[in-house]
């Protein structure tokens, strides 16, 4: 069917997830009204479910906590570096956020060290002089203990008790937190999803700071919606998640930036090859011959001493660390603290490393078989490097560029388009293109919203939400604009058929 441009407002892109096509209907038949009346009704519920949760949230109130005080000014006037514009306005909103009477939901967006970690320490600050607790949830073990040590430097100067909850501690140690936590002397709590057990009581709890919200499995985010019920939540990310993203697109969650670097920092040189030893030594010894580090990740446990004999003997006298998930606590700590001190060269590790993980001499990252990762895992990691001043490399090796499935091939040409600083909202954006959104708020509509797709889906919620908050149904007044004019985008233009498709939409 052949559709003039200036309806073109009404098609839309087919999205669900990744690898599956829709059945194709007939227009001659009414499958497709069936379709769309079916996805209507189930859009009436979730529409309610969510203006539902809106109304719980404006109603449950909590008391405003007090943001203008001392130790507070004191702390923010410590910070050494410049805020960046975006970082400053996101403080501004959390502040607001824990000055008022409605329970605090915020969503913080921001590239791997763009100063995230700043922000949620000045929540923290405001919860602590407010007499309460503060808990900070991490993916792993290794994050934990990077973000303990950073807190523990950022307030140093201030009288706040900081401690760790995770599997680095001897059971007896970690009985003695729970101890302190229970009865207030500990300030603010950093742990994995440990913080989350039976045991863990807190004597007043105010602030929950979740990093990397994406990388807890759905037993804990339903946990973790149970302690945020009536506590002020900020959560980290520097790739919203598709359904996050979905959440925050449809109003349902408040939503910060932080798209500007931090000034000295550059952009990442992003490479996509064929597997090649001869270019991963010339990698290597390139970041070698400036005095950096390199962290080479593979992610296949049984394989990584192989590949590490490989790179001996490839290399003279190089020293190398190996890091992995499986590892006993002691060992991965002493590993990870060698590396950070320079006793390694090159670590090789398994993703691990995805989180968190902050070494400013590491400017070379080599990522074997990233045909095999998601989008958001290849933005992460890329993210270790380049926290510095230096021009930071990342070299992404497939077995085959030719025999490449489609979706792998999107997930690193996104890659690859996307390597300026501060564009980890865009992955995100694209990643939903690519995967689709996954469910809403834990409904399972999966079924509904693949007979439309995802574009649709969403549009008609939207819609719905607005109709039922104005109580004024939405009209769809079809109207013509027509002129003598050759109005068209020429190909020489813009050459991309996505793209002048896109404009037309928009235009119309």
Same mark, same amino acid.
């Given at each position: $069917? ?8 009404? &098609?839309?892109?087919?999205?669900? /997830? ?39 949230? @404006? ?33 501004? /909103?959390?502040?607001?956020?824990? %000055? ?6 915020? +969503? ?10 700043? *922000? ?37 100067? *201030?009288? *706040? ?16 937190? +729970?101890?302190? !936590? ?13 913080? $989350?057990?039976?045991? =863990?009581?807190?004597?007043? !709890?105010?602030?929950?700071? =979740? ?43 408040? =939503? ?19 597997? @090649? ?24 446990? @049984?394989?990584?001493? %192989? ?14 660390? &190996? ?11 002493? *590993?990870? &603290?060698?590396? =950070? %001190?320079?006793?390694?060269?090159? $670590? ?14 590491? %400017? ?10 998601? +989008? ?75 007979? &439309?797709?995802?574009? +649709?889906?969403?549009? $008609? ?15 769809? /007044? ?31």
């Amino acid at each position: $069917l052949y559709v003039p441009v200036y309806n073109m407002h009404f &098609v839309y892109r087919y999205k669900y /997830e990744e690898g599956y096509f829709p059945k194709i209907n007939s227009l001659r038949t009414t499958t497709w009204q069936i379709t769309r009346t079916k996805v209507k009704r189930e859009i009436e519920k979730i529409a309610e479910n969510i203006l539902q949760l809106y109304a719980e949230r @404006s109603v449950d109130s909590t008391e405003p906590m007090e943001v203008n005080t001392e130790i507070y000014r004191e702390f923010s006037s410590r910070f050494p570096y410049r805020l960046t514009r975006d970082q400053a306005i996101s403080i501004t /909103e959390l502040e607001k956020d824990l %000055n008022g009477e409605r329970i605090t939901d915020r +969503l913080l967006c921001g590239d791997v060290g763009f100063g995230k970690t700043e *922000v949620a320490m000045r929540g923290a600050m405001i919860t602590v002089a407010n007499g309460r607790q503060c808990a900070v949830l991490t993916p792993t073990t290794v994050l934990t203990f990077q973000h303990f040590r950073t807190f523990q430097e950022r307030f140093s100067d *201030v009288p *706040v008790k900081i401690e760790m909850l995770s599997r680095f501690y001897s059971p007896s140690k970690q009985k003695k937190v +729970l101890k302190e !936590l229970k009865e207030g002397k500990i300030d603010i709590v950093i742990g994995t999803h440990r913080l $989350l057990s039976r045991d =863990v009581e807190f004597k007043d !709890l105010g602030f929950l700071v =979740v990093d990397e919200e994406h990388r807890f499995g759905v037993i804990h985010k339903e946990k973790i919606k149970d302690v945020r019920k009536n506590v002020a939540t900020l959560s980290m990310t520097a790739t919203p998640i598709p359904r996050t993203l979905q959440m925050s697109l449809l109003g349902i969650r408040k =939503v910060s930036f932080i798209k500007t670097p931090p000034g000295e920092r550059k952009s990442t040189v992003t490479y996509i090859l064929d597997y @090649s030893d001869e270019i991963i030594k010339e990698a290597i010894l390139s970041e070698l011959s400036r005095d950096g580090q390199i962290y080479f990740v593979h992610n296949r446990i @049984s394989s990584l001493l %192989n590949m590490k004999h490989k790179i001996e003997s490839m290399i003279d006298n190089i020293k190398i660390g &190996v890091a992995h998930g499986k590892m006993d606590e002691k060992e991965l700590e002493k *590993v990870m &603290v060698g590396f =950070v %001190n320079r006793d390694y060269d090159l $670590l090789i590790s398994t993703t691990l490393i995805e989180s968190g993980i902050d070494i400013p001499l590491v %400017n070379t990252i080599i990522i074997n078989r990233a045909d095999t990762f998601g +989008l958001a895992q290849l933005y992460q990691l890329r993210g270790r490097v380049g926290r510095w001043n230096r021009e930071a490399k990342a070299y992404l090796f497939v077995p085959n560029l030719k025999n490449l499935t489609p979706e792998a091939y999107s997930r690193l040409s996104v890659i690859k388009r996307f390597d300026y600083l501060g564009s980890g909202y865009d992955v995100a954006t694209e990643d939903l293109n690519i995967r689709g959104g996954g469910n809403i708020l834990g409904f399972k509509q999966s079924g509904k919203l693949k007979g &439309v797709g995802n574009d +649709l889906y969403l549009d $008609l919620l939207r819609k719905r939400i607005e109709e039922l908050q104005s109580g004024v149904p939405a009209g769809s /007044e079809d109207f013509e604009i027509s002129s003598d004019i050759d109005a068209y985008i020429p190909e020489d233009y813009i050459s991309d058929s996505h793209i002048r498709v896109g404009f037309y939409r928009r235009i119309s």
